[in-house]
T-cell receptor, first 114, second 114 residues
Framework: SQQGEEDPQALSIQEGENATMNCSYKTSINNLQWYRQNSGRGLVHLILIRSNEREKHSGRLRVTLDTSKKSSSLLITASRAADTASYFC??????????????FGTGTKLQVIP | EPEVTQTPSHQVTQMGQEVILRCVPISNHLYFYWYRQILGQKVEFLVSFYNNEISEKSEIFDDQFSVERPDGSNFTLKIRSTKLEDSAMYFCARGGIRQGLGYTFGSGTRLTVV
């Protein structure tokens, strides 16, 4: 499998429900990030969780990281139609100086039905 | 005002032609990146650029690709002799990982090679 594989590949939920997306990776990381991409648009950084953190919140977003299982999850609570987008996890390898390369996963396409 | 501006937003070019994609990252960051995303596929790392030099490149970034920061602000990706399979969205990004901010991406250039 590749570094940063999300599941499910696609998720369709009703507005108001929670959406959970999972990401698994293979190598040691410095941090893991989640990005959102609206169709045909650029990537927007949502949240970053460092390897020594287990959980992080930002508004309706909750991210967990389990480095022993090399996995992360993104939970969007009380979803809205505007949350419809593709969500990517991205792992940053151990830094060399200030430089970190980020490797993206395959993405989860979320559809929130109004 | 976006922090990373890419031009053009869409470029159509004939196979074999050279294209230059431009990025203006508004900041004093030293690390810049180019990624590409073939339609419907994952976001792939192309090259990272630090202090006016390439710090890392992927196997995709072969001899037809080059990057420059010609005037200290603009950051360009040149594709010398475009192929049909170069059709993709190309994203420029600047780093912010040390600050816990992840990457800041531009809105991308959609390159169509015909």
């Amino acid at each position: 499998s590749q570094q940063g594989e999300e599941d499910p590949q696609a998720l369709s939920i009703q507005e108001g429900e929670n959406a959970t997306m999972n990401c698994s990776y293979k190598t040691s990381i410095n941090n893991l990030q989640w990005y959102r991409q609206n169709s045909g648009r650029g990537l927007v950084h949502l949240i970053l969780i460092r390897s020594n953190e287990r959980e992080k919140h930002s508004g309706r977003l909750r991210v967990t990281l389990d480095t022993s299982k090399k996995s992360s999850s993104l939970l969007i609570t009380a979803s809205r139609a505007a949350d419809t987008a593709s969500y990517f996890c991205a792992t940053a390898d151990l830094p060399s100086g200030g430089y970190q390369k980020v490797t993206f996963g395959t993405g989860t396409k979320l559809q929130v039905i109004p | 005002e976006p922090e990373v501006t890419q031009t053009p937003s869409h470029q159509v070019t004939q196979m074999g032609q050279e294209v230059i994609l431009r990025c203006v990252p508004i900041s004093n960051h030293l690390y810049f990146y180019w990624y590409r995303q073939i339609l419907g596929q994952k976001v792939e790392f192309l090259v990272s650029f630090y202090n006016n030099e390439i710090s890392e490149k992927s196997e995709i970034f072969d001899d037809q690709f080059s990057v420059e920061r010609p005037d200290g602000s603009n950051f360009t990706l040149k594709i010398r002799s475009t192929k049909l399979e170069d059709s993709a969205m190309y994203f420029c990004a600047r780093g912010g990982i040390r600050q816990g901010l992840g990457y800041t991406f531009g809105s991308g250039t959609r390159l169509t090679v015909v």
